[in-house]
């Protein structure tokens, strides 16, 4: 069978997939399995097709490029970055589709969801292996009330590197920041801008450093995203109260670098899985 193609689709040519953080988890499925990716603004005619759309740069788009989706007989649809959830996927029409949704909302429950993953550049700055010297590090933007609370309770972990910032990307350059997480045995991951889902909980795990997840959005509300997503128990620690920070830290040094290793041999296993599932969808029949 010929092998499918990946066609990183945008209504705008200049604003594809291809160019955000965000891609990073489906471009390491893709380099793995050899799939073509192919910036596009207008899609072809063929049997079949993965396709990866960046969701708030289409928004108000979804009737134009329902259409153009209807050029593939067999497709498999990603709707990439879209943290607020403002692309309407309901509008989407095919007869012979999987949809899959990152920074999925409770309101996508039909949908396949997948985790954002870790950032593109992630493998053109991996630092070399570090003993670890810390027992927690956090480097990142204090904005929100998740993150505000976080960093009322840092200072009081011993043996811990924080290094709060006021906006995104504005602390440490990459190399830097990995090799912190690399130093660092725990790592707190307190929720996103919108959603709890974020860079920096897959960027520990890769760096072999223990994450702590949200059950809280940046906004307050409950919800327990990481087992929505995979659809079964995560085993990292989830926290809904990061004033137990501390204890938490504490309890965990207990069982590492066990917990840490079943943590990064489950990511590993995912990765592996997902690929293998993403090779079947395009290769079903109808």
Request: with cysteine; hydrophobic share 35%; aromatic share 12%.
């Amino acid at each position: 069978m010929k092998q499918s193609n990946c066609y990183l689709y945008s209504f705008n040519e200049e604003d594809c997939a291809a160019d955000k953080w965000d891609y990073g988890l489906l471009k390491e499925i893709f380099d793995n399995h050899n799939i073509e990716q192919i910036k596009v603004n207008s899609l072809p005619i063929t049997d079949r097709a993965f396709v990866v759309i960046p969701g708030p740069q289409n928004r108000g788009h979804e009737k134009h490029i329902s259409k153009q989706l209807q050029n593939i007989s067999r497709l498999v649809l990603f709707i990439t970055g879209d943290e607020e959830g403002v692309f309407d996927i309901d509008r989407i029409e095919h007869p012979n589709a999987e949809i899959w949704i990152q920074y999925p909302h409770k309101k996508h429950e039909q949908y396949n969801k997948f985790p954002i993953g870790v950032p593109q550049h992630l493998k053109n700055n991996l630092p070399n292996y570090k003993n670890k010297i810390y027992d927690a590090f956090f480097g990142g933007q204090i904005t929100h009330q998740r993150r505000q609370q976080l960093a009322e309770v840092m200072p009081l972990i011993e043996n811990a590197l924080y290094k709060p910032t006021d906006g995104f990307a504005k602390g440490d350059k990459p190399i830097d920041y990995y090799n912190n997480l690399m130093s660092s045995r725990i790592a707190p991951c307190p929720a996103g801008a919108v959603a709890i889902d974020s860079f920096r909980l897959f960027e520990a795990i890769e760096m072999m450093s223990l994450p702590i997840a949200d059950l809280r959005d940046s906004s307050g509300l409950e919800d327990d995203f990481y087992q929505r997503v995979f659809n079964k128990t995560v085993p990292f620690h989830k926290t809904k109260d990061w004033n137990e920070l501390p204890a938490i830290v504490l309890n965990l040094l207990k069982d590492y670098p066990n917990n840490m290793h079943t943590v990064v041999c489950w990511w590993i296993k995912y990765k592996r899985d997902f690929g293998i599932k993403l090779m079947r969808q395009i290769n079903a029949q109808k």
